[in-house]
């Protein structure tokens, strides 16, 4: 890429990011529009948004998103800092050294803009310079930069995180475990069996259970009727709307018949529901409950504690908040959830595979001459400058952008069949694969791809470590202007967050089809499963590029300060939290932090090597390992708090509120708090009588 079309990039990128910003700003006013940008508030927000969003403390995120929405962030504020050295570093010393050093060739300032900017990268260095010596030390700075501010945010959110259990409420997650894989012996239901071996080996903590039950038919007939609501709803507001009255074509049929039938199919379903449920109750058990105790570390010490010489029963874990139970999967059996997880785990990597293969093929509609030998009857179309163009250089990001859309949807898919109990271990586990996924198919595959060759090919070079830092060092510098560009690109996909397209879409159109009405006012929940791959890929790239191509670094900064203001304005107006995991995705951005360090320190072994300065490269090979033990070190001192809650927190905190009289009242909620909401009575139909009345009314 040409200096030339670097600039008209950046210009285009920057003019399209004002512009959704400025789209944004005149939107957001306008009452019609702000269920869309703004369902969590019953008004048009006046306060600019960019000097709100700015204004706002880390309370008020804490106390709009919970503390998921504070590390969320904390990323931003992390990267920040981190690319803001890196700037100085790479834009202030590196880059004036890469580009003065002339190997390439000789400078024409008048002819700058159509140089290359390989001229800004490390490959235009001489070989053996002593100026080499600026990047080594680089390295080191940026590492131990990094490595401080990684320490420092684990022990600050680490800190948050005990902070905020001390001073929270009591909550039945705290107090409740979910026990599977209960065995039973002949004529012993499952709510006897627990309520025997919690009474004999936790009796003085032991509270109550709530068994769960097999609902898929029930959940079935649910949706069915939550869909003809729906549809009754809709016909009755196009009634009102219009004020039509009721026609009948040939005193037959007509709206007036339709709102009959709707009607009487309601009343129906749910006198099926009803009947279900109350068969549900008597005999669908799962060898699935919830347990709850009297205190907080009573909970703990079921969950830490084998409590079966068999460990394939009697299974717990720490149940997840009511509203965050995930019901559908609990029938699931431990063999089954087995079977799940090895399944999920071949999909996951057949699923990467397939689209290193696109990638591959994508790539190679960059090169024109190898899609005229793919093509040949298209050679003609090809040769039109129009058309190639169009062909080498939109179609290929079009392609990957328009399939990668559909991999966080199959990847929350993937995670639903392992069976987590919680919606927020759903998202965790997607967010993980996510994450696979993307620095595999979007940094690897496109590194790997970047010249004319086969993919599986080039995936060689990870089966000969020796080889991997030299390797590397020739193909990542390769691809330097494809991911410059990538970055610059995604100032508008980043901004496009903001004027919630789809979403506005969704509500223009039901305003005039007024037959397919929304409802708007339901506030969207935090996509972090999907949003934090996509983030800390930003990371990957600015440090794999650091010494290699520093023209990269401002682009990557300016990337993060817009997500910086653009999502804590999200977080405050749009999202509403639907979980909070008490912060448990930052070991995910640590752990890729620490990844995305250890891939400069090879990427930077091989450019030294390649750059006949051997003695740099063997100075740099304790790098890895240092940051490796680093993390170690992190790992044990932190980690270990996200997992679960100490001894002394737990006492300190039961002991605290032992003589709250409040407790009582929190108690006797807690015995219905895990109570399946599909058993809980329906009476949706207008019109319902005695014959209607739920059948669980004391459920």
């Not at 995910?588 to 090879?602: A, D, G, R, Y």
Request: glycine share 4%.
């Amino acid at each position: 890429m040409i200096l030339s079309a670097l600039a008209t990039s950046v210009g285009l990128n920057l003019a399209l990011t004002v512009l959704l910003a400025a789209a944004y700003s005149l939107l957001r006013r306008r009452p019609p529009y702000v269920d869309v940008y703004a369902p969590r508030r019953p008004y048009a927000p006046l306060e600019p948004w960019l000097a709100a969003a700015w204004r706002r403390s880390e309370d008020d995120v804490h106390a709009a998103a919970g503390l998921d929405g504070v590390v969320f962030v904390r990323i931003f504020v992390f990267s920040i800092r981190v690319f803001a050295a890196a700037a100085v570093l790479g834009v202030g010393v590196l880059l004036p050294v890469n580009f003065l050093d002339h190997q390439l060739q000789e400078i024409d300032f008048t002819d700058l803009p159509n140089k290359s900017i390989d001229l800004f990268s490390v490959s235009n260095v001489q070989d053996g310079s002593s100026k080499l010596w600026l990047h080594f030390s680089a390295v080191y700075i940026i590492t131990g930069i990094t490595c401080y501010l990684l320490y420092h945010e684990y022990k600050y959110i680490s800190g948050k995180r005990l902070e905020y259990f001390m001073i929270s409420k009591p909550l039945p997650q705290h107090f409740t475990v979910l026990v599977r894989a209960i065995p039973l012996s002949d004529g012993v239901s499952v709510g006897d069996a627990v309520d025997k071996f919690f009474k004999e080996y936790h009796a003085s903590t032991y509270l109550s259970h709530t068994v769960v039950h097999q609902t898929g038919k029930l959940r079935r007939l649910l949706n069915d009727a939550e869909s003809i609501f729906t549809k009754l709803t809709n016909l009755k507001y196009v009634r009102r709307s219009t004020g039509d009255p009721p026609r009948k074509f040939l005193g037959i049929f007509g709206r007036d018949d339709l709102v009959g039938k709707y009607q009487k199919r309601l009343e129906d379903l749910e006198e099926s529901v009803r009947m279900e449920q109350s068969d549900a109750t008597r005999r669908q058990e799962s060898r699935a409950a919830f347990v709850s105790f009297r205190s907080r570390y009573g909970a703990a010490d079921a969950v830490y504690i084998r409590q079966s010489d068999n460990p394939t029963e009697w299974q717990t874990e720490q149940a997840p908040d009511p509203d965050d139970v995930y019901w559908p999967f609990f029938s699931t059996s431990f063999m089954e959830r087995w079977i799940a997880k090895f399944v999920v785990f071949v999909a996951s990597i057949l699923l990467i595979l397939v689209f290193l293969i696109v990638v591959a093929f994508v790539q190679g509609l960059t090169y024109l001459e190898q899609l005229e030998q793919w093509l040949p009857f298209l050679r003609n179309i090809l040769e039109i400058a129009v058309v190639s163009q169009l062909v080498t250089g939109y179609l290929p990001s079009v392609i990957l952008h328009f399939l990668s859309s559909y991999v966080p949807s199959i990847m929350k898919l993937f995670s639903t069949m392992q069976g987590f109990v919680s919606v927020s271990g759903i998202e965790r586990s997607a967010c993980n694969k996510m994450l696979r996924f993307t620095i595999w198919t979007v940094f690897f595959a496109n590194v790997l791809t970047g010249t004319v060759g086969s993919v599986l090919s080039q995936l060689e070079i990870f089966l000969n470590p020796k080889e991997l830092p030299s390797k590397l060092a020739v193909v990542v510098p390769a691809q330097a202007s494809f991911f410059i560009a990538y970055v610059v690109t995604s100032w508008t996909s980043i901004t496009s967050e903001l004027t919630q397209i789809a979403a506005l879409f969704r509500h223009l159109w039901g305003k005039c089809a007024k037959c397919c009405k929304r409802d708007d006012s339901k506030a969207p929940s935090m996509p972090y499963y999907s949003e934090i791959p996509r983030i800390l890929l930003f990371g990957l790239l600015g440090l794999a590029y650091f010494i290699v191509a520093p023209l990269i670094l401002p682009f990557v900064l300016v990337y993060f300060c817009l997500g910086y203001f653009i999502f804590r304005n999200q977080l405050i107006n749009v999202y509403v939290p639907k979980y909070d995991t008490g912060g448990k995705f930052w070991p995910v951005v640590h752990n890729t932090t620490i990844f995305s360090l250890v891939v400069l320190h090879i990427i930077a072994i091989g450019v030294f090597g390649l750059k006949k300065l051997p003695l740099a490269s063997s100075l740099l090979l304790p790098l890895p390992l240092l940051t490796l033990l680093f993390n170690e070190f992190c790992r044990n001192r932190f980690l270990p708090i996200f997992e679960a809650y100490s001894t002394e927190s737990l006492i300190k905190k039961d002991r605290e509120e032992q003589s709250k009289p409040d407790m009582a009242e929190f108690f006797s909620n807690l015995v219905t708090a895990y109570r399946d909401p599909a058993l809980k009575p329906i009476q949706r139909a207008s019109n319902s009588d005695e014959r209607t009345t739920p059948l669980l009314a004391s459920v």
